[in-house]
C-alpha cells in the first residue's frame, strides 16, 4: 500500500500541517485498515514560489511523528501544491479552501503554471476522493472541468480515465444524457484544436493525445470528428485493395473503425469483418476486435459472440473471452453478452476445458457493468444455479459479487448527487 496525505493549512501564519493514513481504494469500516506508516518525502509549489522540477524532499513526515508542520510561506487566496511532478508514491487531500484555490487556477489561463503531471494528479485526486466520499463531486467536477482549457496528453488521459467508469455506469441510467452534453462542453475545445484526424501529429505526445480524444469525440459526437471518420472510411471503401491500402492514419483507427460499424449496417460489420480476417498484424486485428463489438444490431453481435466459441470461426481461442469482454463493455453489447453468459455457461466451460478457470473472467465482465440490486440478484440465482461449472473460478466468482455490490452502494452513494452536477454543468 502506499499513503494518502492529508493537508490543513493556516493560512494565517503561512503553515500547513501534514498526517498520513494507509490510502483505501474501497471505503472501510474499520478503523484499522487506514493504519500504517511510511517515510514520505516532502516537496512542495506554492503560488510565490512554482517551482515544480524541485523534486528533492523539502522535508520528510517520518513515522516517529503522526504529523509534520511546514512553512509554506503563502497564506489566504494564495494557492499551495504538494508532491512536485508526482515524484512521490503518495495521494493528497488538502482542505477544503486550498481546493477551492486549485480549481479556480486550473480553470484559469494560468493554469499551466502547474506541471502537467501536477495537473493530472490533481484530477486523479480530486476524482478518487470523491469516490470515496471525503470530497464533494461538485468540487471534483470542478477539477475535471479544468480539461476544457487543457491541451496536454498527461491531464486528458487522467481525466478521461476517471471519467470512464461514470460514463460506464451512467449509460445505463436515466442522465446518461446530460453525461454526453458535459464531454461536448468539456471536450468541444480540444478537438477544435486538434482540426483534422488526418494531420500528422507534430510530437508523440500530440500523437497519443489525437487518438485518445478520438476515442471518446466519435462516439460522443464531439465536433466534426466522427463526420471526418465516416468520410476516411469511404475513402477506403472505394480503394481496390483496401487491406493493403488504408488512407485512415493509425492513430486514430481504433476510434474510426468503432465509428463505422456503430454507426453502419450489416455491411460495414462485413467489410470490417474482412479486414480482420486478412490482417496478420495484431493492433490492427485487436482495433477491428473492438470496432465489430460496437454495432447496434444486436443479431450481428449474437454471431459475433457465437462464433467465439466456433474455433473454425477465424476468431482465435486466445481471443474468444477478450471479444465477449469489447461485446460487455457496450452500451447495446453489455444486454447481449449477460442473456448469451447466462444461457451459454456450459458451452463456454466445455470449450475451455471443465478446470478452466478462464469462465470467472467471464462473469467478471458482466458483473462489472451491473448497478442494480435486482441484478444482483440475479448474479447470485445464476451462481448457485451453476455451482458445479463455476467451482474452477471461486475466488473470481466471489469478486464479481462483491464488484457488484460495490456499484450499487456507489449508486446509492453517488449517482443523484452526480446527476444534479451534471444537471447545472449542462443546464439539462
Known amino acids: 500500500g502506499y499513503p494518502l496525505i492529508t493537508v490543513t ?18 471505503k472501510s469500516s474499520n478503523p484499522e485498515d487506514y493504519k500504517g506508516c511510511w517515510w514520505v518525502p516532502l516537496s512542495y509549489s506554492t503560488s510565490k514560489e512554482p517551482d515544480f522540477n524541485r523534486t528533492q524532499p523539502q522535508q520528510w513526515l517520518s513515522c516517529d511523528n503522526t504529523s509534520a508542520e511546514l512553512d509554506v510561506g503563502v497564506g489566504k487566496g494564495e494557492w499551495f501544491i504538494l508532491n512536485n511532478r508526482a515524484a512521490g508514491l503518495y495521494r493528497v487531500n488538502y482542505d477544503q479552501e486550498n481546493w477551492h484555490l486549485l480549481a479556480a487556477l486550473l480553470n484559469s489561463p494560468q493554469h499551466t503554471q502547474v506541471d502537467a503531471l501536477n495537473r493530472a494528479q490533481l484530477i486523479i485526486d480530486a476524482m478518487d476522493l470523491a469516490d470515496l466520499g471525503r470530497l464533494n463531486y461538485r468540487l471534483a467536477f470542478e477539477i475535471v472541468g479544468s480539461l476544457r482549457h487543457e491541451k496536454e496528453f498527461l491531464p486528458w488521459e487522467a481525466g478521461l480515465a476517471k471519467l470512464d467508469p461514470i460514463k460506464t455506469i451512467l449509460s445505463r441510467t436515466a442522465n446518461y444524457g446530460s453525461f454526453k452534453k458535459f464531454i461536448q462542453k468539456l471536450m468541444a475545445p480540444i478537438v477544435n484544436s486538434l482540426g483534422t484526424l488526418t494531420e500528422e501529429p ?62 453502419g449496417k450489416v455491411q460495414e460489420w462485413d467489410f470490417m469483418w474482412e479486414r480482420y480476417k486478412n490482417t496478420n498484424l495484431s493492433t490492427e486485428k485487436n482495433n477491428i476486435m473492438v470496432a465489430l463489438t460496437t454495432t447496434k444490431e444486436v443479431w450481428l453481435l449474437n454471431r459475433c459472440l457465437d462464433w467465439t466459441l466456433d474455433s473454425n470461426s477465424n476468431i482465435r481461442k486466445q481471443d474468444a473471452f477478450i471479444m465477449f469482454a469489447y461485446v460487455a463493455r457496450q452500451e447495446t453489447g453489455f444486454y447481449v453478452a449477460q442473456k448469451f453468459f447466462f444461457r451459454n455457461v456450459k ?41 458445479e461449472l463455476l467451482a474452477p473460478a471461486s475466488l473470481a466468482v466471489t469478486q464479481a459479487l462483491e464488484s457488484v455490490q460495490i456499484n450499487i452502494d456507489w449508486m446509492k452513494n453517488h449517482y443523484s448527487a452526480i446527476s444534479t452536477v451534471l444537471s447545472e454543468v449542462t443546464g439539462s
Request: with cysteine.
Open 9 to 26: 493549512r493556516d493560512y494565517q501564519n503561512h503553515k500547513a500541517t501534514v498526517s498520513q493514513e494507509r490510502y483505501l481504494a474501497i
Open 202 to 263: 507534430s510530437t508523440f505526445e500530440q500523437s497519443r493525445l489525437l487518438s485518445c480524444i478520438a476515442t471518446w469525440a466519435c462516439p460522443l459526437e464531439v465536433g466534426d470528428f466522427a463526420s471526418q471518420a465516416s468520410q476516411l472510411y469511404k475513402q477506403w471503401r472505394s480503394s481496390p485493395n483496401p487491406d493493403t491500402d488504408n488512407p485512415i492514419p493509425k492513430d486514430v483507427r481504433s476510434a474510426v473503425y468503432s465509428h463505422i460499424v456503430r454507426e
Open 347 to 387: 458451452r463456454i466451460s466445455e470449450y475451455f476445458g471443465a478446470k478452466s478457470s478462464l469462465i470467472g473472467r467471464y462473469i467478471s465482465s458482466i458483473a462489472e457493468q451491473m448497478i442494480y440490486p435486482k441484478e444482483l440478484e440475479e448474479l447470485k440465482w445464476f451462481v448457485d444455479s451453476n455451482e
